[in-house]
């Protein structure tokens, strides 16, 4: 089976997308490869962010690598918490850029939200490609359920009545923007090159 590193050490996002991919690839996180170095993302955008954290693994470790990038972005907040949704109030804390964002939308009726992933991928030779997913929803007025990571719990997913949170880990790898990613990029994989 083919191994490939998974630029993270996010155990949720490592254990979606091992779900995601099912056994199709040998996925090998930053610290099953005792990859300590801390990855700058220092762009400000979530596509260059991605491609930034995969070249940074690939060219210390020369083999293929995927590296996601993802976030939440509200439209009545101007597309933000976006590429800076992990420390959106300051640090890496879930629950206070929970409530930062549910603060911000307190007025707000359209409650229109969406998450959006990219996956960068370096193959062994080095070649570059991106491949995008988004999963279209709403921000609820309250925080519901306890599964999930990051903002899960006030990610309403449109046409479901349960959040992220309230989804099972199957129903939500189904539909997640990850997974929408991800499954583009097997998808280029398979197809034939020209
Ligand atoms: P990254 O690790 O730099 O990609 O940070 C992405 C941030 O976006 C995470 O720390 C979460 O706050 C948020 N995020 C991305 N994907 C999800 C998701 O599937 N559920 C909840 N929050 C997410």
Redesign the pocket.
Known sequence: MKSICFATN?AHKLEEVRAILAGRFELLSLNDLNFTTEIP?PYETIEENALAKAQFVFSRLQMPVIA?????EIEVLDGKPGVH??HYAGTRD?QA?IDLVLKQMKDHQNRQAR?K?VIAYIDGEGKQQSFEGTVEGNITKVVRGAD?????PI?MPKGYDRT?AELSATEKNTI?H?KRALENWVHCLNSPQV
């Open positions: 996010n993302e996601d990038d993802s976030g939440l949704s992990a879930a850029n998450f992933s999930g990571f990051g903002y899960d990610f992220f997640s990850r």
